[in-house]
């Protein structure tokens, strides 16, 4: 089944393929911002855990198991707070 023109598919394709290219070639998936490329993604550190939502729009976030992970995390420091 082919993706009609003005579907919100095509528009998240281009910035993947986009993306990929520029992660390629530079090491950096956003090294600039245009009308496709609407956020910049920072550098992925554990202190900072930077991801991307690539859907309709770009969102950069933060923590992406936060919610999920914080019972384990506190569940770690009561039981082992090393």
Do not use: C
């Amino acid at each position: 089944m082919p993706i009609l023109p003005g579907n919100v598919a095509l528009t998240v394709r281009r910035r993947m393929v986009r993306m990929w290219v520029n992660f390629a070639q530079t090491g950096n998936p956003t090294p600039t911002i245009d009308s496709l490329i609407t956020a910049r993604w920072e550098r992925y550190t554990n202190a900072n855990q930077e991801f991307m939502d690539i859907n309709v729009n770009l969102t950069p976030s933060r923590r992406p198991y936060n919610g999920r992970l914080e019972p384990w995390h506190e569940f770690q420091n009561r039981f082992a707070p090393w």
